[in-house]
């Protein structure tokens, strides 16, 4: 008997400081260092994604492509490197720059190149702030180049409409290593909606527009179960 009631004291301490499982978002954590910089897949396979805007000279919208695993190699949306790490981002570092693959910079039009990881809101997920951390230098931004950190939120339902939209320029960070930091808080209006956080960046004409960034962190940083649950009177409840 007393077995049994250890077990089931266990499995209630699990639920309650545990529910990770109800939720749909999850913590993603990345440096670099263990991604290999000589594989075109790496970043793909660790689940970052690309999307492009292109827009006219008049900023009149032409069209999108996407969305595809990121690339590692060549002259399109980004590239593991190595060296430009202080003493916090070690050997390996992310860069984020425009497509250059495509053509229609030459026609002046305004390539806006994303790259993100991207997760789906559940209904566990209600109520908590999620916090996007992440350390960036600039590179070798310069013209009428921009570059921004976001992050996002889409409506599948609605043609996948953005119904967030938390941009941090990076246009102006400094050419030395700083610490950034977007949160966001997650309502009901949300559930089922796709969360994307990342990198952006416009540029046109082939201007250069490479911002560097480590040590990317999402992760949790509001409540995930009441306090009263987290105590025993909360266990008990689970018996009664």
């Known amino acids: 008997m007393r077995n049994c009631v250890t077990a089931m004291l266990a499995a209630a301490l699990f639920l309650c400081l545990a529910p990770a499982a109800s939720q749909a978002l999850m913590p993603y954590s990345q440096d670099f260092e263990g991604l290999g910089q000589a594989d075109p897949g790496a970043l793909g396979g660790d689940g970052w994604l690309v999307y492009a805007n292109v827009f006219g000279?008049?900023?009149?919208?032409?069209?999108?492509?996407?969305?595809?695993?990121?690339?590692?190699?060549?002259?399109?949306?980004?590239?593991?490197?190595?060296?430009?790490?202080?003493?916090?981002?070690?050997?390996?570092?992310?860069?984020?720059?425009s497509d250059y693959n495509n053509a229609n910079h030459a026609d002046s039009a305004w390539i806006e190149a994303l790259v993100f990881q991207e997760q789906t809101i559940g209904a566990g997920d209600v109520g908590e702030t999620w916090t996007f951390t992440f350390d960036a230098k600039l590179g070798n931004l310069g013209g009428a180049s921009s570059a921004a950190a976001f992050i996002k939120t889409l409506n599948p339902a609605v043609g996948y409409a953005t119904t967030n939209f938390l941009p941090l320029d990076m246009t102006v960070t400094p050419t030395f290593w700083t610490g950034y930091t977007i949160s966001i808080t997650i309502d009901a209006g949300l559930v089922g909606q796709l969360l994307q956080f990342g990198f952006k960046n416009t540029a046109t004409l082939y201007q250069p527009s490479g911002v560097f960034y480590d040590n990317v962190n999402f992760q949790i940083s509001g409540p995930v179960v009441p306090a009263e649950d987290m105590s025993w009177g909360g266990v008990k409840k689970l018996f009664q």
């Open 57 to 97: 000279p008049d900023w009149s919208y032409w069209y999108g492509y996407g969305t595809f695993p990121a690339p590692n190699a060549g002259n399109a949306f980004c590239n593991i490197v190595a060296g430009e790490g202080g003493a916090g981002q070690g050997l390996q570092q992310l860069v984020v720059f």
